[in-house]
T-cell receptor, first 114, second 113 residues
């Protein structure tokens, strides 16, 4: 079995603040993939990033950055200088070769206040 | 290119009726997935197709739910004798192959009265 935990249900920040969304995962497989998706109020899930278990390099894409740490089974997502358009529900997800399904966390609702 | 499309975007039906939800994946994607998302939850896996065959249907809640993908492209999720508890957003996703990134459609919001 596999599990994804997003302990933060809702976060509110003021525009331009930095915010980190936490994700902790569980899997027995050594080969797996981690994802982040954004779900804005319109409802469509938008792919943000995919990371495989053998690549622990952190990644930065514009204002977004991801910190993957196998030692703590975490894959955290940081938005720098948040904007109102970042307001959405963010899902962390896990796919492992053994389980062969994507398991989603329960999501973190981010509200950026102008 | 075109993304995953789903029709209808909204479906309201009465308890006991039969419904069909359609998914048109990204062209060339061999893997197709159905998920169900209830309010405040993450998507829950229902079924996965690789080509025309259902590779894994372990997420289907019961035998009222069935899905097909006869030509390896468009898929239809079928729900018989709908119940109020079936109300949710049904999401479809496709990927190049089974371990690749899944791209999601806009979903069908099903309401069973």
């Amino acid at each position: 079995a596999q599990k994804v935990t997003q302990a933060q249900t809702e976060i509110s920040v003021v525009e331009k603040e930095d915010v980190t969304l936490d994700c902790v995962y569980e899997t027995r497989d050594t080969t797996y993939y981690l994802f982040w998706y954004k779900q804005p109020p319109s409802g469509e899930l938008v792919f943000l990033i995919r990371r495989n278990s053998f690549d622990e390099q952190n990644e930065i894409s514009g204002r977004y950055s991801w910190n993957f740490q196998k030692s703590t089974s975490s894959f955290n997502f940081t938005i720098t200088a948040s904007q109102v358009v970042d307001s959405a529900v963010y899902f962390c997800a896990l796919f492992s070769g053994g389980y062969q399904k994507v398991t989603f966390g329960t999501g973190t609702k981010l509200q950026v206040i102008p | 290119g075109a993304g995953v499309s789903q029709t209808p975007s909204n479906k309201v039906t009465e308890k006991g009726k039969y419904v069909e939800l359609r998914c048109d994946p990204i062209s060339g994607h061999t893997a197709l997935y159905w998920y169900r998302q209830s309010l405040g939850q993450g998507p829950e896996f229902l079924i996965y197709f690789q080509g025309t065959g259902a590779a894994d249907d372990s997420g289907l809640p019961n035998d009222r739910f069935f899905a097909v993908r006869p030509e390896g492209s468009v898929s239809t999720l079928k729900i018989q004798r709908t119940e109020r508890g079936d109300s949710a957003v049904y999401l479809c996703a496709s990927s190049l192959s089974w371990s690749d990134t899944q791209y999601f459609g806009p979903g069908t919001r099903l309401t069973v009265l």
